[in-house]
């Protein structure tokens, strides 16, 4: 009976961790929608001091704006149809103004934490999820790399080691490899890479920023 005990107990303490878990993260994604719209209506994306910013956001701008047209479009046919119940009307006029806010607000996370090239080295960064500062005595090389891969983990092990792919539509077109692990914080935890894979909607003119600082 202890024994059984104390494996439910288990049980529920997993259940209550990953629940939290996907509760912070969910928090952490609405607050990053919304200092995305904070950042783009006062013009300051975040890029620092000196640095060149470069975009990663076209291979999923297209969707994103038909999902948020599509969903525009919808919010009067849907109140339309429900106004002879207010209290219905009310709650998915909100649902709907709040879930074309929220896609605005993805996409100008996008926009307003691009890459960053700069005295310093190196931010790569994926909206508000991850923001990684790849110092230049941390970098040994960066190269022109397409990777597709559908399906694949965030992280998974490649011959250089440990990699984090930033993918945007399965794909990344930029390999920075490693001099050292380093310390990166996503998905509300602490994790060790060798290399970082991202995505550069212009290429040329990243690998051209990249080289004012290192040969």
């Known amino acids: 009976m202890t024994d059984q005990r104390t494996a439910d107990q288990r049980r529920t303490a997993r259940v209550a961790s990953r629940v939290a878990s996907i509760a912070r993260a969910a928090w952490?994604?609405?607050v990053a929608v919304w200092q995305g719209l904070y950042r783009w209506l006062l013009r300051r994306p975040r890029v620092p001091r000196g640095a060149s910013s470069f975009t990663y956001h076209s291979p999923v701008r297209t969707i994103l704006v038909v999902f948020i047209v599509l969903s525009a479009v919808e919010i009067p046919i849907v109140d339309l149809i429900v106004h002879p119940w207010p209290w219905i009307r009310i709650l998915l006029l909100a649902l709907g103004v709040w879930g074309v806010t929220w896609m605005v607000g993805l996409l100008l996370s996008y926009i307003t934490r691009p890459h960053a090239v700069g005295p310093?080295?190196?931010?790569?960064?994926?909206?508000?999820d991850v923001d990684i500062d790849l110092t230049w005595d941390a970098v040994a090389s960066v190269e022109k790399s397409r990777d597709v891969q559908e399906k694949a983990p965030k992280v998974r092990d490649e011959p250089h080691g440990r990699t984090l792919a930033l993918r945007m539509q399965d794909e990344t077109n930029v390999l920075i490899v490693l001099e050292h692990p380093?310390?990166?914080r996503w998905g509300g935890a602490t994790h060790e890479v060798d290399a970082v894979r991202l995505w550069v909607d212009d290429l040329d003119g990243f690998m051209t920023a990249v080289r004012n600082h290192i040969p």
Do not use: Q, S, Y
Not at 120 to 128: K, Q, V
């Open 28 to 30: 952490r994604a609405e």
């Open 120 to 128: 310093e080295g190196i931010r790569a960064r994926l909206g508000g």
């Open 182 to 184: 380093v310390r990166a």
